[in-house]
């Protein structure tokens, strides 16, 4: 359950940074060329999304649930915030959400395995 702890907390922050990249456009200087493609294995290759699983954070273990509220503690709204957003512009997360009555504004954290599956930990409003 670590391992799954550790994980979420590194796709969150990967997808708030893939959230923070795509409003951000790249602004390049006219008068330089542009620059050659990294090459092949340069920079680890982010997996596309094969399968969204989605659980309460009430089906974890208590240990697993305190684990994930230290993480959330951390990251802070802020990026809580770029998650959601991250979410809401991907049609195919964000349609998982929608099919179990949920929306991104009750995930509070987010894992990706390196095989494509993408986990949402949800949380019910109090």
């Not at 208590?62 to 991250?86: F, M, W």
């Amino acid at each position: 359950m670590r391992k799954t702890i550790l994980i979420a907390a590194a796709a969150t922050l990967a997808l708030a940074s893939a959230a923070s990249a795509q409003q951000q456009p790249a602004q390049q200087q006219p008068s330089q060329p542009p620059a050659a493609p990294a090459a092949p294995g340069a920079q680890p290759a982010v997996p596309t999304i094969q399968s969204v699983n989605i659980v309460d954070i009430t089906e974890l273990p208590k240990d697993t649930q305190t684990q994930v509220n230290q993480v959330i503690a951390q990251r802070g709204e802020g990026g809580l915030q770029k998650l959601r957003s991250s979410i809401d512009a991907t049609p195919k997360v964000k349609s998982a959400l929608e099919a179990k009555g949920l929306t991104s504004a009750q995930v509070i954290a987010a894992s990706m395995n390196t095989d494509g599956a993408l986990t949402l930990i949800t949380k019910k409003a109090s």
